[in-house]
């Protein structure tokens, strides 16, 4: 029996060890090639259109949401995920990382052929990505005990900032050097490789099988019939829902602070490079801090600060009279979006029945991801129609109606039943 416990210990240890790794690294090639820094200016060498520009982080993450519905369903007929989770987010990967390769030697001469393939290519990535979510997260919920999931989030998220920093400095180099075409399509090439080979540490994880149910599984649209009883049954997760949709919208001028930085303060690509290394460095003892918040108070309180970080970045914006006060946008920036991720990824967690995790986590990002993208839409007509000063005031009106509505949340501290090691 001691043996046991003891092999116990040491797997779970092992399982600690490889879910950080992966995470990790997987904020540093992802953070190399930032929505919401790199990609829009990128995307900008190849049209002019602000809606175009505008809406590329807001894509990111419905490429992400919307196959989740699918990934959900195929994942809880699994036993075991992690073999199907390394195939699908393996050639996402490896796609995008081609594409990279493929920009350095013909985007600039086919600009419109080439921004096509981009946002396909980043669908395919990152809807790999959203495909093999529900997954992750049934694997990460029984390898990581309840009692520590914020702040295993935390410190991973905080790792992999400040080594994302770091890349980002020799991104800057890049750059600095060459731009566009060939720098760019050198960090999309490298972060898409990377990810790929990061992705392959999930196979030396040791899996606790998961409970397959019985029964076959209905038709697809069955899954939908779901999403009213959860919604309609779970007061806390419903209001959670609409004030995250709201903070979500409230950052829809997070994709146009570089570009905005280049046409005001005559940035450079190198420039850019900067602004999200800083972004980043903002983010590991934010996170850190971010992480022992939810843990200790639950995770609606994290996204009221996030989304006054998200006011103070737009209105920044709007007075910063340099690029060096305007590079602090960045530091706020990077203090929302890691508190808004770390707050999703433990609001699941404690709002969802243990069975029902999987069809939380699709909810979720089905109600809100969506809506962020039209708002992000929205955002580029703004720019056009009103231009980004007061596109950057509706977006901090925005996130007040957020933070107003996310006060509104029941909390609760008690955790979920989960499977433990």
């Given at each position: ?11 779970a ?8 790794t ?8 992802f ?24 809406m ?55 600009p ?9 290519a ?12 529900p ?6 919920g ?29 991104a ?7 731009g ?20 392959s ?15 076959p ?5 069955t ?7 959860v919604?309609?049954?779970d007061?806390r ?17 997070f ?7 280049i ?17 980043l460095?903002s ?18 309180i ?27 946008v960045?530091?706020?920036v ?7 991720h ?5 609001a699941?967690?404690?709002?969802a029945?243990?069975?029902q995790l999987l069809t939380?986590?699709a909810?979720?990002?089905?109600m809100t ?30 996130s ?22």
């Open positions: 029996m001691k043996q046991k416990k003891i092999s116990l210990k040491s797997e240890r092992r399982n600690y060890t490889i879910i950080f992966n995470m990790s690294l997987f904020h540093l090639g953070n190399l090639i930032s929505p919401v820094t790199i990609l829009p200016v990128y995307v900008s060498h190849l049209t002019g259109s602000n809606i175009l520009i505008g590329v982080p807001a894509f990111v993450q419905v490429a992400f949401a919307l196959p989740q519905l699918f990934g959900a369903r195929y994942y809880e007929r699994k036993k075991y995920a992690v073999p199907y989770m390394w195939r699908v987010n393996f050639t996402g990967r490896v796609i995008f990382g081609t594409y990279g390769l493929s920009a350095i030697f013909f985007a600039e001469r086919f419109e052929l080439w921004l096509v393939l981009f946002f396909l980043l669908g395919i990535f990152r809807g790999g990505v959203g495909f093999q979510s997954g992750f997260t049934g694997v990460y029984k390898v990581i005990s309840p009692t520590i999931r914020g702040r295993v989030f935390g410190y991973t998220s905080a790792v992999g900032g400040a080594l994302g920093a770091v890349g980002a400095l020799i800057a180099m890049i750059l600095g050097e060459s566009f075409p060939e720098g760019f399509g050198v960090l999309l090439a490298f972060g898409g490789f990377f990810l790929a080979a990061v992705n540490t999930m196979l030396l994880l040791k899996e606790p099988p998961s409970e397959v149910p019985s029964e599984p209905g038709p697809i649209f899954v939908f019939r779901r999403f009213p009883s919604l309609q049954n007061i997760f419903r209001r959670y829902i609409i004030a995250r949709t709201l903070l979500g919208w409230g950052t829809l001028s994709g146009f602070f570089a570009v905005f930085g046409g005001r303060y005559e940035a450079t690509a190198a420039d850019v490079a900067i602004f999200t290394a800083i972004l460095a983010q590991p003892i934010l996170s850190l801090i971010w992480g022992q918040v939810a843990d200790r108070t639950g995770p609606t994290v996204p009221v600060f996030a989304g006054l970080l998200s006011v103070a970045a737009a209105m920044l914006a709007v007075v910063a009279p340099n690029i060096e006060s305007f590079a602090i960045f530091v706020l990077g203090g929302a979006f890691g508190g808004y770390l707050a999703d990824f433990a699941i967690y404690q709002m029945p243990s069975r939380y986590a909810v979720f990002a089905l991801q969506p809506a962020a993208l039209v708002a992000a839409i929205a955002g580029g007509w703004l720019v056009d129609t009103v231009g980004f000063n007061a596109m950057f005031v509706i977006a901090a009106a925005l007040v109606a957020g933070v107003a509505a996310m006060a509104l949340v029941p909390d609760a501290t008690e955790q979920k039943d989960s499977a433990r090691i």
